[in-house]
């Protein structure tokens, strides 16, 4: 089944304690991108990729980081989260650019809860 | 900068009903896509509609319909005959032609009465 997976769904951590949430996607899709969605905010970009060892700052990248290394895989670091980091985080990955365009093909999300 | 405007946060009808879901997006690009997800209390993301900047023709697909209007720079769904597991929230987004980045409006929840 064509699916973009992330773990762990759930995850409560103390401020500080650095973390990886893990993104996998097996569509053999170029671009892989992380949301984060809170709440009168809708869905606003962390970080994009659009091909191994290329990734791109979005809208709220400050406190996060991301690797590619390999074309299914998209981790997403928080290096010292502290609690305005409370969210739901989507990884999301698409085919391409231009007529390859078909949008973002969602993970089933992650809610990260930092105290 | 891109931007999309969802100025109804939530609304509320009654099953059977029909409702219209507005989307007014900013871009200055020529050339650009335009989509629609819905998010039901699973939490999931659920793509719905891709149109690209070139294609005003109307959609429908069962019981919904979009409508892309260029010249008002709006991209409406319209849910015909509402049911309860139409309930969720829905999201219109944009990109450019490049699609790397996606950017959001704040959503519509809709509650479908039974």
């Known amino acids: 089944e064509a699916q973009v997976t992330q773990n762990p769904r759930y995850l409560i951590t103390v401020t500080g304690k650095k973390l990886t949430v893990t993104c996998s996607q097996n569509m053999n899709h170029e671009y892989m991108s992380w949301y984060r969605q809170d709440p009168g905010l809708g869905l606003r970009q962390i970080y994009y990729?659009?091909?191994?060892?290329?990734?791109d700052k979005g809208d709220v990248p400050e406190g996060y980081k991301v690797s590619r290394k390999e074309k299914r895989n998209f981790p997403l670091i928080l290096e010292s989260p502290s609690p305005n980091q409370t969210s739901l985080y989507f990884c999301a990955s698409s085919l391409g650019s231009g007529v390859d365009n078909y949008g973002y093909t969602f993970g089933s999300g992650t809610r990260l809860t930092v105290v | 900068a891109q931007k999309v405007t969802q100025a109804q946060t939530e609304i509320s009808v009654v099953e059977k009903e029909d409702v219209t879901l507005d989307c007014v997006y900013e871009t200055r690009d020529t050339t650009y896509y335009l989509f629609w997800y819905k998010q039901p209390p699973s939490g999931e993301l659920v793509f719905l509609i891709r149109r690209n900047s070139f294609d005003e023709q109307n959609e429908i697909s069962g019981r919904y319909s979009w409508n892309f209007q260029k010249s008002t720079s709006s991209f409406n769904f319209t849910i015909t005959a509402s049911q309860v597991v139409d309930s969720a929230v829905y999201f219109c987004a944009l990109s450019d032609w490049a699609g790397n980045m996606l950017t959001f409006g704040g959503g519509t929840r809709l509650m479908v009465k039974p």
């Open positions: 990729s659009m091909n191994v060892e290329v990734t």
